[in-house]
């Protein structure tokens, strides 16, 4: 599986952004996708998991009742939209599946200004 995302970019505090990823799969998405993210100096976090049927969803504390993860099955996307925004999300994000091996997208930054 491929993972390729896009959005992202520069905004400030209190601000949205959305990330998305496209998997690039010959099979059906029957698998958990998400997002995690790094800081610089910091170790890899998950920030939101969704479970391969959509439903099951994880979120980190943090960013509970800010940010939603959704999945479009016939697009194999997964979306997070930001909302509230703080400087402390800044971060490169990256697009996860739960695959064989795992799936890991490039990465994308998000940079939250105060």
């Known amino acids: 599986v491929q993972l390729v995302e896009s959005g992202g970019g520069l905004v400030q505090a209190g601000g949205s952004l959305n990330v998305s990823c496209v998997a690039f799969d010959d099979g059906f998405m029957v698998y958990d996708m998400g997002w995690y993210r790094q800081s610089p100096g910091k170790g890899r976090e998950g920030v939101a998991i969704?479970?391969?049927?959509?439903?099951?969803?994880i979120y980190l504390d943090s960013v509970k009742g800010r940010f939603t993860i959704s999945r479009d099955f016939t697009k194999k996307t997964v979306h997070l939209q930001m909302n509230s925004l703080r400087p402390e999300n800044t971060a490169t994000y990256y697009c996860?599946?739960?695959?064989?091996?795992?799936?890991w997208g490039q990465g994308i930054q998000v940079a939250v200004s105060s």
């Open positions: 996860y599946a739960n695959t064989s091996p795992s799936a």
């Open positions: 969704s479970g391969w049927d959509g439903e099951r969803i």
